[in-house]
């Protein structure tokens, strides 16, 4: 690892393989790897996660909108792609670039066999989503005549494989519900299966339902933050290793005295004598102003300094008294030690959110042993 000279998000690639390895080692054999690249690769850089991913002989992968499928096969990459949300306004490019869309109602069904029959297309695969309880997309287990009936006065699509999404994988309070949602997924496929006469791939489990419900890890499993290095327990973490180190330097220190006040509204107020260091990243950056009045901090030479006052658009200000710094000195903003997902959880968010918000201002640097 080289010290930063400049904000960077550093992209340890070696870390990717490790954590894809680990997650592969809980799968049967026969159960296929979908590597969810979606929001950027979860803020780290889609295009260079997945070639990277391409080369380990991933299954598939799954972004959440047509124009991040787009971005992929610009850059090279043929592995088969699942466009988790897709709108009807992007149907043609989809068929165009060889995406595969989840089919999640009535409406994108029909429009999606609209566009396939223009473009010629027989047995185009899509995925057919089902609400199992998040309620946020899919068909309903009662949906299934419908649809069997659509698909079957066509041959412009195939139901490649239908899925589903669990709510609360990561949370143990919540087995009973999970455990409820597992079974009815599976008297939707094995009635989707009894009345189209073919039996699609199957899957249900994101990261934490890998690690958590093995008996539902089915055809294919579907995994994002696992892959970037977080297990949504303590347990878990121990396992993977964080693939992205924010860092930055300190570009300059003050020295204020008793009741001077540090950046926008004054919103800091010293109690004696202090010294302050500002940090070129600010909330453009992803640094979201939660951060700031001491909800977060960074790591300047091993010691914790938090942020004081109020994030500005390019710079953090962050107390350093009591720390043996200079500027040019590097800053740690998050790395595998010093984790994301502590600070995310010192402001009361989470992993997914404060890397997915890294902005695409930061410079992406690699790693590759
Ligand atoms: C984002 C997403 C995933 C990945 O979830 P992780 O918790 O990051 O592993 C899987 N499936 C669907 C439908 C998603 O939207």
Same mark, same amino acid.
């Given at each position: 690892m080289s010290k930063a000279q400049e904000t960077v998000l550093e992209i340890d690639l070696s870390a990717l393989t490790h954590n894809f390895n680990y997650l592969k080692s809980k799968l049967q054999p026969k159960t296929k790897f979908l590597a969810v690249v979606k929001a950027f690769a979860y803020g780290s850089d889609s295009v260079a996660i997945a070639k990277h991913l391409q080369k380990l002989n991933v299954d598939y992968f799954a972004v959440a909108y047509s124009k991040e499928g787009v971005v992929l096969r610009d850059a090279g990459i043929t592995t088969p792609i699942l466009v988790l949300h897709p709108q009807p306004v992007n149907f043609s490019t989809i068929i165009e670039r060889c995406l595969e869309p989840s089919m999640y109602n009535a409406k994108i069904l029909n429009e999606f066999i609209e566009i396939a029959e223009q473009h010629s297309q027989t047995n185009y695969p899509v995925h057919i989503k089902f609400n199992t309880g998040l309620n946020r997309l899919g068909f309903w287990e009662n949906d299934v005549d419908y649809i069997v009936n659509v698909l079957k006065k066509t041959d412009s699509i195939i139901a490649k494989s239908i899925f589903s999404h669990l709510a609360a994988s990561e949370d143990m309070d919540e087995k009973d519900f999970t455990k409820q949602q597992i079974h009815t997924f599976h008297s939707i496929s094995n009635e989707f299966a009894d009345k189209i006469g073919y039996i699609p791939w199957l899957h249900l489990c994101n990261t934490s339902g890998v690690l958590n419900y093995p008996e539902a890890h089915l055809d294919m499993?579907?995994?994002? %933050?696992?892959? &970037? +290095?977080?297990? /949504?327990?303590?347990?878990?973490?121990?396992?993977? %290793?964080? %693939?992205?180190?924010?860092?930055?330097? %300190?570009?300059?220190?003050?020295?204020?005295? $008793?009741?001077?006040?540090?950046?926008?509204?004054?919103? &800091?107020?010293? /109690?004696?004598?202090?010294?302050?260091?500002?940090?070129?990243?600010?909330?453009?950056? +992803?640094?979201?102003?939660?951060?700031?009045?001491?909800?977060?901090?960074?790591?300047?030479?091993? $010691?914790?300094?938090?942020?004081?006052?109020?994030?500005? =658009?390019? =710079?953090? =200000?962050?107390?350093?008294?009591?720390?043996?710094?200079?500027?040019?000195?590097?800053?740690?903003?998050?790395?595998?030690?010093?984790?994301?997902?502590?600070?995310?959880?010192?402001?009361?968010?989470?992993? &997914?959110?404060?890397?997915?918000?890294?902005?695409?201002?930061?410079?992406?640097s690699f790693i590759k042993y």
């Open positions: 499993v579907r995994c994002g %933050i696992g892959l &970037y +290095g977080f297990g /949504n327990s303590a347990k878990e973490d121990r396992n993977l %290793i964080p %693939i992205a180190s924010l860092k930055s330097v %300190i570009s300059q220190i003050h020295n204020i005295e $008793k009741d001077e006040t540090v950046g926008y509204n004054r919103a &800091y107020k010293a /109690n004696g004598f202090e010294k302050t260091a500002t940090i070129p990243i600010g909330h453009a950056d +992803g640094v979201n102003r939660i951060y700031g009045n001491k909800k977060g901090f960074v790591t300047i030479n091993g $010691k914790k300094a938090p942020i004081i006052g109020n994030v500005c =658009m390019d =710079m953090i =200000m962050v107390n350093i008294t009591g720390i043996d710094c200079n500027e040019g000195d590097e800053v740690i903003i998050f790395n595998p030690k010093y984790k994301a997902s502590n600070l995310a959880e010192s402001a009361g968010t989470i992993s &997914y959110e404060i890397i997915t918000s890294i902005s695409q201002r930061v410079k992406r």
